[in-house]
């Protein structure tokens, strides 16, 4: 099967100084947080904030990864979903603006797409609104020459998703982050015999099975549902040297990414699918190829391209089947839905997929997944 990401991670070089020299020059005099996760950055942000003002209302985009959401309601505040703009799948700055006033505003790159922050900017200092960029798929994007992450009072990346490795994700906040989690005796014995085991066996030729521990290892809560100290669990120097080896290389990858877009977006019939639309003075990396079908639902596309090999999906690849439900009919967040507020979001996320689009596609795999969407 083609997959969705193909991994970057390959060879380990170096110590941390290119993380340094990136975090130095493209976010400068932000504090940076290494974690294993963007969803765990996005738990200490709305667990420290829980802590020191109580229960907030959230505007964030349904369209979006639940794992992006999740953390919302999870730790205590309340989800106030802002429709979407049908060619660029991010929010709705009309919609946002006749909403009564939130105090948080959680802003989605959605699929390495920037929105338009100026506005937004400008739009959360007049109501008093925290910002939070969500950049888990963004690593790399611009507005206005400007990286994203860069505009809000916080901001989380995933690693996973941008440099495709087993683990890790960022935070960076105008703040100093200073929450911590207490781990039970327990934890931390276990934590310690899967770390020494991972050490002692793990290479990236059995990344399967460090993956299934890692995410094991990750997956632990405390008692009353909370999340353990980050710093527990950040990566080892042996992931971590390879994630520097990458970092620097971002910019090349997205190069490459977009212009792997650009070719497949020239080959598909733009009478059955439309591309994800850029705005003026964005520049996407394009982590996601994404496309709203004009009248075949997603679900059936799935499907159809996976029975052919190829690993399509909708908003997410936690999801085996490669499609998240709509978020009315997801378990956690249906309760703060309503359809009239949401109604873009409605006729459009039944239509929305994504194709395959790492820098490591060959010609011929591009050839095959648009000739086998021209068929369908």
Same mark, same amino acid.
């Given at each position: 099967?083609?997959?969705?990401?193909?991994?970057?991670?390959?060879?380990?070089?170096?110590?941390?100084?290119?993380?340094?020299?990136?975090?130095?020059?493209?976010?400068?005099?932000?504090?940076?947080?290494?974690?294993?996760?963007?969803?765990?950055?996005?738990?200490? +942000?709305?667990?420290?904030?829980?802590?020191?003002?109580?229960?907030?209302?959230?505007?964030?985009?349904?369209?979006?990864?639940?794992?992006?959401?999740?953390? +919302?309601?999870?730790?205590?505040?309340?989800?106030?979903?802002?429709?979407?703009?049908?060619?660029?799948?991010? /929010?709705?700055?009309?919609?946002?603006?006749?909403?009564?006033?939130?105090?948080?505003?959680?802003?989605?790159?959605?699929?390495?797409?920037?929105?338009?922050?100026?506005?937004?900017?400008?739009?959360?200092?007049?109501?008093?609104?925290?910002?939070?960029?969500?950049?888990?798929?963004?690593?790399?994007?611009?507005?206005?020459?400007? /990286?994203?992450?860069?505009?809000?009072?916080?901001?989380?990346?995933?690693?996973?998703?941008?440099?495709?490795?087993?683990?890790?994700?960022?935070?960076?906040?105008?703040?100093?982050?200073?929450?911590?989690?207490?781990?039970?005796?327990?934890?931390?014995?276990?934590?310690?015999?899967?770390?020494?085991?991972?050490?002692?066996?793990?290479?990236?030729?059995?990344?399967?099975?460090?993956?299934?521990?890692?995410? +094991?290892?990750?997956?632990?809560?405390?008692?009353?549902?909370?999340?353990?100290?980050?710093?527990?669990?950040?990566?080892?120097?042996?992931? /971590?040297?390879?994630?520097?080896?990458?970092?620097?290389?971002?910019?090349?990858?997205?190069?490459?990414?977009?212009?792997?877009?650009?070719?497949?977006?020239?080959?598909?019939?733009?009478?059955?699918?439309?591309?994800?639309?850029?705005?003026?003075?964005?520049?996407?990396?394009?982590?996601?190829?994404?496309?709203?079908?004009?009248?075949?639902?997603?679900?059936?596309?799935?499907?159809?391209?996976?029975?052919?090999?190829?690993?399509?999906?909708?908003?997410?690849?936690?999801?085996?089947?490669?499609?998240?439900?709509?978020?009315?009919?997801? $378990?956690?967040?249906?309760?703060?839905?309503?359809?009239?507020? +949401?109604?873009?979001?409605?006729?459009?996320?039944?239509?929305?997929?994504?194709?395959?689009?790492?820098?490591?596609? $060959?010609?011929?795999? /591009?050839?095959?997944?648009?000739?086998?969407?021209?068929?369908?």
């Amino acid at each position: 099967m083609i997959p969705l990401n193909k991994p970057c991670i390959k060879s380990a070089s170096g110590k941390y100084g290119g993380y340094a020299d990136f975090m130095f020059s493209n976010f400068r005099g932000l504090n940076s947080y290494v974690l294993s996760s963007a969803a765990d950055g996005l738990h200490l +942000i709305y667990k420290s904030l829980y802590e020191k003002r109580g229960t907030l209302k959230v505007g964030v985009s349904p369209l979006a990864c639940f794992q992006a959401i999740y953390p +919302i309601v999870q730790n205590g505040h309340i989800p106030v979903f802002v429709d979407i703009d049908d060619k660029t799948f991010n /929010m709705d700055i009309d919609n946002l603006m006749k909403y009564p006033v939130v105090d948080v505003l959680e802003v989605i790159h959605f699929g390495g797409n920037p929105n338009e922050m100026d506005v937004l900017c400008e739009w959360a200092r007049n109501k008093h609104v925290l910002l939070i960029e969500d950049c888990a798929q963004a690593l790399g994007a611009y507005y206005k020459g400007k /990286m994203v992450g860069n505009f809000g009072d916080y901001s989380v990346f995933s690693l996973i998703k941008n440099l495709y490795s087993i683990s890790g994700g960022l935070l960076l906040s105008k703040g100093m982050m200073t929450h911590t989690y207490p781990l039970l005796p327990e934890q931390i014995v276990l934590y310690k015999r899967i770390k020494r085991f991972l050490e002692a066996h793990c290479s990236y030729k059995k990344c399967n099975l460090y993956n299934i521990l890692y995410y +094991i290892l990750l997956s632990i809560k405390e008692r009353g549902g909370g999340y353990i100290n980050e710093k527990c669990f950040q990566l080892s120097d042996t992931v /971590m040297k390879e994630v520097v080896a990458c970092m620097s290389q971002i910019t090349d990858y997205n190069t490459v990414r977009v212009t792997n877009a650009e070719y497949m977006v020239n080959l598909i019939d733009d009478s059955k699918y439309v591309v994800q639309q850029v705005i003026e003075g964005g520049t996407s990396n394009r982590n996601r190829l994404l496309f709203k079908s004009v009248n075949i639902p997603a679900i059936d596309i799935i499907k159809y391209l996976r029975k052919h090999g190829i690993a399509a999906n909708n908003l997410t690849q936690n999801y085996l089947n490669g499609y998240q439900p709509n978020v009315k009919e997801d $378990s956690v967040l249906s309760g703060y839905c309503n359809s009239s507020d +949401i109604q873009c979001y409605e006729n459009t996320f039944p239509f929305i997929f994504s194709i395959p689009n790492s820098p490591f596609l $060959s010609k011929e795999e /591009m050839n095959y997944i648009t000739k086998l969407l021209n068929k369908l």
